[in-house]
């Protein structure tokens, strides 16, 4: 019994040493980590300050991992911004990455991701590290190129070397990797083309390069990277046309191409990418018809192409996109009239038409589309005689009809559009009055009437429009006070204007004196009064409105001074009192105002129109 004691004890001893012995940081891997911690030169919340070449790094050094078996660091994971169940961390580190961490041979993750300041070269040294399968280096401060010696790490599976300040040309050689997964080289400053081989990486799933100044065509190879589930290749300068290979991308979710300078039309293989879910090729210089193929997209949720050239009528298959929430078209050339087969989408929440050339009228089969919350069909030519009725009975938040040629007085059935928040009617020929029951349509956060024929006062309803924060009711015939505007109620959270236009009416009455303490004008950044018969003095009481960036009050038969401090507003870029019968000296200001603004008054004298006395 004693010798198996003996015996259990030695066994047990034995394996304590062993185990300490193992696990004991290897030198090497010492002498490398303190190269490191030696190139930072601050380190304000002390991410590094375990790291003591009296202690074992393996065991009590913060960030460090080792393999239990040979006492090799696996791991180093110092990055800036950590969280937990309660707490959030957001470090930084001052210095470079040391060309030593190349020594770390058994290295298998490296992240220092986050930490700000981290400056200089991506060392070529890392090419070293033939374990690694995570380099995380992303939202640092690293320059120069990408050392074209990382195509030498076999297993990387994670590259992540954005939001840095990296240049030059994406080396052909790193795609030569072809265990990655995922690759984020996005918010640098890289150039050149994307190199045909990226089609070698054939278990990429996440590719990210927007933000950089890539140019050159989008390679045919792309199209190899079957397991692909995310492309961004947005805000570059990339050329040429969509290659159709981009069909046989059946597993991609998300493709954005957005701000670029493709040309040419959109590939009739898009009907191949069955799993796309958002596809964003706004931007571009994209011609020709939208193919028939567009619509044989089973999972398609938003679908953005705005801003571009494509021309020819919407086809009727894009109704068969029944996954589909939103959709844009804007400021195209799509001509016709918009197919009945929308009325089918019975998801779709965002529809923007606006600026083409789309003829009337509006399909009635709309009205199926309870979801709708935004419309947009500004500037086009949809010749109204009356809105549809039915637009009443719909949820819609965003309805934006500018430009559609809009006849006759504003419909009854708005009065009963609570849902509507942004309402834009301007630029048609709507005549008779703003009727008294537009203070009903109280949840009104935006309201755009100008260049119709409105002509009317301002009914005392509209004070109920508690939620309004832009307002625009310019070129109208609108007469009488304004008091029922600048007076008007607020909500706790919104109803305080941002822009105030109500120019060119014959609004009369002055401006009242008490419009720098209503609580509606609080927080105004652009204020338009000008071109009406409005007479009286700018009040004293405007310089307190100190949010304003822009004021126009030009030929509103104003008299007397510009009172103190109103040029003074810290925020102030534009002030226009010309055409009035203003008088004395121009207070004084920093702001660099032209002399323009203060023209056409024969009284007025100081900077910047010539000194007074002269």
């Given at each position: 019994m004693a010798i198996y004691t003996y015996s259990s004890k030695l066994v047990l001893l034995l394996s304590f040493t062993f185990f300490n012995y193992c696990i004991a940081c290897h030198r090497t891997d010492r002498s490398a980590l303190l190269a490191f911690k030696a190139s930072i030169?601050?380190?304000?919340?002390?991410?590094?300050?375990?790291?003591?070449?009296?202690?074992?790094?393996?065991?009590?050094?913060?960030?460090?991992?080792?393999?239990?078996?040979?006492?090799?660091?696996?791991?180093?994971?110092?990055?800036?911004?950590?969280?937990?169940?309660?707490?959030?961390?957001?470090a930084s580190l001052v210095g470079i990455l040391s060309p030593a961490i190349g020594s770390l041979s058994h290295l298998r993750v490296l992240d220092l991701t986050n930490l700000k300041r981290l400056t200089g070269p991506i060392p070529p040294s890392l090419g070293h590290l033939s374990h690694l399968t995570d380099l995380l280096l992303s939202s640092n401060d690293l320059t120069g190129h990408i050392p074209a010696?990382?195509?030498?790490?076999?297993?990387?599976?994670?590259?992540?070397?954005n939001s840095n300040r990296l240049s030059g040309h994406i080396p052909s050689s790193i795609f030569s990797s072809k265990s990655l997964i995922q690759l984020a080289l996005f918010e640098n400053q890289l150039t050149g083309g994307i190199p045909e081989s990226i089609g070698r990486l054939e278990f990429l799933e996440k590719l990210d390069c927007h933000a950089n100044l890539l140019a050159g065509p989008i390679p045919d190879s792309i199209g190899s990277l079957h397991r692909l589930t995310h492309l961004d290749l947005s805000d570059n300068r990339i050329r040429g046309s969509i290659p159709s290979s981009i069909g046989n991308l059946t597993s991609l979710i998300v493709l954005d191409l957005?701000?670029?300078?493709?040309?040419?039309?959109?590939?009739?293989?898009?009907?191949?990418?069955?799993?796309?879910?958002?596809?964003?090729?706004?931007?571009?210089?994209?011609?020709?018809?939208?193919?028939?193929?567009?619509?044989?997209?089973?999972?398609?949720?938003?679908?953005?192409?705005?801003?571009?050239?494509?021309?020819?009528?919407?086809?009727?298959?894009?109704?068969?996109?029944?996954?589909?929430?939103?959709i844009f078209l804007a400021n195209n050339r799509l001509t016709g009239k918009i197919p009945s087969s929308i009325g089918k989408l019975k998801n779709l929440q965002t529809l923007d038409l606006a600026r083409n050339h789309i003829s009337g009228p509006i399909p009635h089969e709309f009205a199926n589309l309870h979801n709708l919350q935004s419309l947009d069909l500004c500037y086009n030519p949809i010749r109204f005689t009356s809105l549809p009725a039915w637009l009443g009975e719909m949820s819609i938040y965003r309805l934006m009809l500018s430009n559609t040629g809009i006849m006759g007085p504003l419909p009854d059935w708005l009065r009963l559009a609570s849902s509507i928040s942004a309402l834009d009617l301007s630029n048609n020929h709507i005549s008779g009055e703003l009727p008294f029951w537009i203070g009903n349509m109280t949840g009104l956060t935006f309201l755009n009437l100008s260049r119709n024929a409105i002509r009317s006062t301002i009914p005392n309803e509209f004070k109920n429009?508690?939620?309004?924060?832009?307002?625009?009711?310019?070129?109208?015939?609108?007469?009488?006070?304004?008091l029922p505007v600048i007076t008007k109620g607020v909500s706790e959270a919104l109803g305080q204007y941002k822009t105030l236009d109500v120019s060119r009416n014959d609004f009369t009455g002055g401006i009242d004196e008490s419009i720098g303490d209503l609580v509606a004008m609080e927080v105004v950044e652009i204020l338009d009064f000008s071109y009406n018969p409005l007479?009286?003095?700018?009040?004293?009481?405007?310089?307190?409105?100190?949010?304003?960036?822009?004021?126009?009050?030009?030929?509103?038969?104003?008299?007397?001074?510009?009172?103190?401090?109103?040029?003074?507003?810290?925020?102030?870029?534009?002030?226009?009192?010309?055409?009035?019968?203003?008088?004395?000296?121009?207070?004084?200001?920093?702001a660099p105002l032209p002399a323009v603004g203060f023209s056409g008054n024969a009284g007025l004298c100081g900077d910047p129109l010539p000194p007074c006395g002269l």
């Open positions: 030169t601050t380190d304000p919340l002390g991410l590094l300050e375990s790291w003591d070449h009296t202690t074992d790094c393996c065991r009590e050094w913060a960030g460090i991992a080792c393999d239990p078996a040979t006492g090799r660091v696996v791991n180093l994971t110092r990055p800036g911004l950590t969280s937990g169940a309660d707490f959030v961390t957001d010696s990382l195509s030498r790490l076999r297993h990387l599976r994670r590259l992540f070397l957005y701000k670029n300078d493709l040309a040419g039309s959109i590939p009739a293989s898009i009907s191949g990418m069955f799993s796309l879910q958002f596809c964003r090729l706004s931007y571009n210089r994209l011609t020709d018809r939208l193919p028939k193929s567009i619509g044989y997209l089973p999972r398609i949720q938003k679908l953005v192409l705005e801003n571009n050239a494509i021309s020819g009528e919407i086809p009727s298959s894009i109704g068969g996109l029944t996954t589909l929430c939103d429009l508690a939620m309004l924060m832009d307002l625009d009711l310019s070129y109208n015939n609108l007469y009488g006070p304004l007479g009286g003095r700018i009040p004293e009481s405007m310089a307190k409105l100190s949010a304003l960036k822009e004021v126009r009050l030009a030929n509103d038969g104003l008299l007397g001074e510009i009172p103190d401090g109103l040029l003074d507003l810290q925020e102030l870029t534009e002030f226009d009192v010309s055409g009035n019968e203003l008088t004395g000296h121009i207070p004084r200001h920093d």
